[in-house]
């Protein structure tokens, strides 16, 4: 069996008391796995504003150099207590931050990617390592999950894959919408317990819209209607800070809402149902409930008060509402939809796991599926298009296991009361990520380890098994 040398990457800027836990706690912990490793502390020692990107890849660079053939960024103030697996990640990189105190031991957020994760000297020359582009806090460590989704190293699975061809309604964002007649199986669909469900797939309008920022001082959300009951609408949308939303009104006019992170361009199986008697929402996406806890969406089911809104004879919209004036921005939808479903009661988790597969009969009043010659709608400017090996994708994640890590104290440089406490040099990274990196403006195998540049200062030994490098960049 072949014995692998962990190097522990670690980038360090007046954080001594830090350090001084962290090397003997991490140290024993390793020591009780059995795992040969060495400590690389990259201090930063010039006045620039701090690179965490850059001194990761610099650490790494040394731990390669000295005979490590793998490797674990991880933070300062991260101390592993169980679960933590710092073993040879042979397959993939693997995030084992997923658990920690900060967050009461649940994952920050859907994609999170810091704090502790392992890679092979073959996958970090694949990724090119970090981003040496990220000044200050924040997005390098989304920058390198992006790089770990592009050289096919995140764990992509798929809720289906259909062996036959799907076709689906286009909806071109400008003036393409279909139109669910009012009728007597629909009477008071939206007024009492029901199920809405729809195969979509989503596209921004940047030349209409921005993407929603957090650091841009004139973000707005704009919703875009995929499915709408006009008046006090009520729907499901796709909107600018790249997540699917529900949106529901009670009489008394009061106003409940859900959401899910997903990315434009998937396929996704979005389900709302509302159980009246017990007066919850649920929203599901692929099948599986909304769960804030995944740090991907809003809680999930949604208690909300009072008896829901009727509607009348309204009928039901897709891609656009008459609710919006005519030249609004988000008036159209862009994007496609392959099947529409709605039932007059609540389906069941289990029945909303398994549509993908089975259509339940009982209580079903919509059914569209664009492979079928009956439809029963009125459309407007739609094009029906084909789709051969039709996949449906469930979100991408890391590779993962369940760590449990003690966060260290310290001041938080994240988001606080919705904006980025680091403000504009947070902002700047937001927009390099999100703007640039995300939408393939950046070579990332022009930007990362092999091109870090910096000026060696020199070396202290702390213990046998852990040591400084001061550099300058």
């Not at 009780?32 to 701090?50: N, P």
């Not at 490797?71 to 207590?81: A, F, G, K, L, R």
């Not at 260290?408 to 994240?414: C, F, R, S, V, Y």
């Amino acid at each position: 069996m072949t014995k692998h040398k962990l190097g522990v990457c670690v980038p360090y800027r007046n954080r001594e008391l830090h350090m001084h836990e962290f090397i003997p706690k991490v140290g024993k912990y390793l020591k009780e796995q059995g795992i040969d490793f060495q400590m690389y502390f990259c201090h930063q020692v010039d006045d620039k504003l701090f690179n965490r990107g850059a001194t990761k890849n610099i650490a790494a660079k040394h731990a390669f150099e000295d005979g490590c053939d793998y490797i674990v960024w991880h933070d300062i103030d991260m101390i592993p207590e169980e679960g933590c697996d710092y073993s040879y990640p042979e397959k993939a990189p693997r995030h084992i931050a997923t658990k920690i105190s900060q967050m009461d031991y649940q994952l920050k957020y859907h994609e999170y990617f810091g704090g502790a994760v392992l890679f092979t000297k073959e996958q970090v020359e694949a990724t090119n390592g970090y981003s040496n582009g990220y000044w200050d806090w924040g997005m390098e460590d989304d920058d390198l999950f992006w790089r770990c989704h592009k050289e096919g190293l995140t764990n992509v699975s798929n809720l289906a894959v259909y062996e036959t061809n799907q076709k689906y309604a286009h909806f071109n964002g400008e003036d393409a919408y279909i139109e669910i007649p009012f009728s007597r199986e629909t009477r008071g669909l939206t007024a009492r317990s029901h199920t809405l469900s729809v195969l979509v797939r989503s596209f921004h309008k940047l030349d209409k819209n921005k993407i929603f920022l957090i650091g841009d001082r004139d973000n707005k959300y704009i919703e875009y209607p995929i499915l709408r009951q006009p008046g006090y609408d009520y729907g499901i949308s796709f909107n600018n800070s790249r997540a699917l939303s529900m949106t529901f009104w009670n009489t008394f006019h009061n106003h409940n809402y859900m959401w899910v992170k997903r990315y434009d361009n998937y396929w996704s199986w979005v389900t709302v149902v509302i159980d009246a008697e017990k007066k919850e929402s649920h929203f599901y996406l692929n099948g599986s409930e909304v769960d804030s806890k995944g740090g991907y969406g809003s809680p999930s089911p949604l208690k909300f008060t009072g008896k829901l809104k009727p509607y009348g004879t309204k009928p039901i919209y897709l891609g656009t509402t008459p609710s919006l004036p005519d030249g609004s921005s988000n008036k159209f939808f862009k994007g496609d939809i392959a099947k529409v479903y709605g039932w007059n009661r609540a389906l069941s988790p289990e029945e909303v796991a398994n549509l993908h597969n089975d259509v339940p009969l009982d209580g079903n009043v919509i059914d569209i599926d664009f492979n079928n010659p009956y439809t029963d709608f009125i459309s407007n400017n739609i094009e029906v298009r084909e789709e051969t090996n039709f996949t449906i994708p469930n979100s991408i994640i890391p590779h993962r296991v369940d760590g449990r890590m003690r966060c260290l104290p310290h001041k938080d440089e994240g988001i606080v009361n919705g904006k980025f406490a680091k403000g504009d040099t947070t902002a700047k990274n937001e927009e390099r990520y999100v703007l640039q990196m995300q939408q393939d403006k950046i070579n990332y195998k022009e930007d990362g380890i092999k091109q870090v540049q910096y000026e060696f200062v020199g070396e202290e030994k702390f213990t046998p098994w852990a040591k400084m490098i001061n550099i300058k960049l």
